[in-house]
């Protein structure tokens, strides 16, 4: 078997901690998971967060405090997108569930990533085998969103929610990397992954992997290069462009955006979102951030429901431009 630390591999595979000792972060789950190991008993596990919040690190880094170098033997790893009906339950689920385990731990740990996309009717059998087989294996659920899991499975899980990472801990874990790796990353290239990945580690490494690519030195245009969100640099002088009356300057930096970065008009609505609340006052007041908001809302729905992204993301910019002009 390959050493996942090996030269040449995924970073976000070479660095994911091997135990939850090695977790960053989620300061309020760790100690709990770190209990459950040292005890050897734990109850069923719902992990709810977005994306790249540490969830299957942590189901991975348990099971390992847990059985040592015996934890493939005691570990599945089953993922609810690739196999979400009940026929998948009825089958691998419970052969799995009703076999005993192997060692002194007494359990089995079965992790079900993306729980969440298990139809209702495969929810209802596998909350009927977490309590069948409840003796010999533990199951870890893991979602982003917890209100599709049905009541009943919740009710049978200690919840654990997860929370993006502060920007603290991907900056501090991107000049870990950088060090190990022997790369330069620059202060404004790191600030430029923290804000691009948003609190999700994976894709703030992912990022730096794929920024450092073929260099020693990375910058900041490297990662503006590779980001498939926009920058916050960006976003700023986009809504600098559009708050000061220049709709038309403001257009063709959205269009550079989708033209030369591939960015989603999802991807841009959530930037501006996220930067609302440090836009000067100077440049739109709070009444018009508020109004704003509103707009974004809008245009969210209309893409989500199928719209064209660049025509929603400029009926914004036209407004903010247009409330410019008013108040000159």
Known sequence: ???????????????RP????????????????RAYADQRSMPHLLFAGPPG??????????ARDLYHESWHDNFLELNA???????????KIKEYARTAPLGDVGFKLLFLDEADNLTAEAQASLRRLMERYSSSCRFILSCNYSSRVIDPIQSRCAVFRFRSYAPEAVAALLDRIARSERKVLDPAARDALVAASAGDMRRAVNLLQLSATGTDHVTEAAVQAHAAVPLKSEVRTLVATAAQGDFFGARTLLIRLFADRGVSGEDVVRAIHGYIADIPDSLVPPAGKI???????????????????RIQLEAVLAHLSRVADTAR
């Open 18 to 33: 091997h135990g939850l000792a090695e977790m960053v972060g989620q300061e309020g789950i760790v100690p709990l998971l």
């Open 291 to 309: 109004d704003l908001v509103e707009h974004l809302a809008e245009a969210e729905f209309r893409i989500a429901q199928g719209a064209n992204d």
């Open 53 to 62: 919040t540490g969830k299957t690190t942590a189901a991975l880094a348990l």
């Open 81 to 91: 997108s690739d196999e979400r009906g009940i026929d998948t339950v009825r089958t």
């Open 1 to 15: 078997m390959i050493d996942a630390r090996a030269a040449g591999a995924v970073w976000v595979e070479k660095y």
